[in-house]
């Protein structure tokens, strides 16, 4: 365990996506950090990451939860690797010189596709291979992203031939998808494979069968300007205790049973910091 805190002139500023499992993880760190006497802040649901990372660059926020292959995407479109050394290979050359990566937790976000079980029963889909067959006549909603990120439609595109007939910029998973899935507005919604809402929902979450995901182990992204021994000791042993399962059920608190974020995340390093 750490003992002693480090002084700052101001306040660390931990910045997160706009989705809830972002601001788990981004409550996580922040209060982990407290913790050991270090002095944070939170700045929550700030969009996707052309927001984030400029915000990073000029110092506006030190600290964000990421996830290595959509990172990687973010810096190199092109990157084909999928196991997680590869990918954090890449990602290391990638960055820019003023950020860097600490340790990356055995807990995977990946973006996944859901369907309702009776389109799933229709259409027989069990898997995005599956669903390649059958994608022409389908509408996917997601957010406004994942119609051009290289792992979002083109991805599908490139690896399975999928190429839907609609898309409609909706959210990651989130109300606005959920109200337009369960109404049959859309077909299929992106969705991120650890929320919470996705047991109570019932959906079907197709199958990579191709591997078209890279390895999305989620990782603390930091400013060197600010980092120390004492900080990256922190959220090394968070993400040491961070996992699937745990993820999760920190998820369904927030998704389902509409625990604060804050709260559910203090208690979780309470109980295991």
Known sequence: MLTGAQVFAQPLTVGGANFSEQSVLANIYAKALEKKGIEVKTRLNLGNREIIIPALKSGEIDIVPEYLGALLNYYDPQAKVTRQQDVEAALK?????????????????????????????????????????VSDQLVVGGPPEVATRALGLPGLARVYGI??????????????????????RIDVATVVSTQ????????????????????????????????????????????????????????????????DPATVAGDWVNSNL
């Open 93 to 133: 050359k990638a960055l820019p010189s003023e950020f860097t990566l600490l340790k990356a937790s055995s807990a995977e976000s990946t973006t996944a596709w859901a369907v309702r079980p009776d389109t799933a029963k229709k259409y027989h889909l069990k898997t995005l291979s599956d669903l390649a067959k």
């Open 163 to 184: 190429k839907f007939k609609h898309f409609e910029s909706l959210d990651m998973g989130g109300p606005l998808s959920r109200m337009a899935l369960n109404s049959k």
């Open 196 to 259: 919470g809402n996705l047991a109570k929902e019932g959906w079907v979450v197709l199958q990579d069968d191709k591997q078209e995901q890279p390895s999305q182990n989620v990782v603390p992204l930091v400013r060197k300007a600010v980092l120390t021994p004492q900080i990256s000791g922190v959220l090394d042993e968070v993400s040491a205790k961070l996992n699937n399962s745990a993820l999760v059920k920190l998820n369904q608190q927030v998704d389902i049973e509409h625990a």
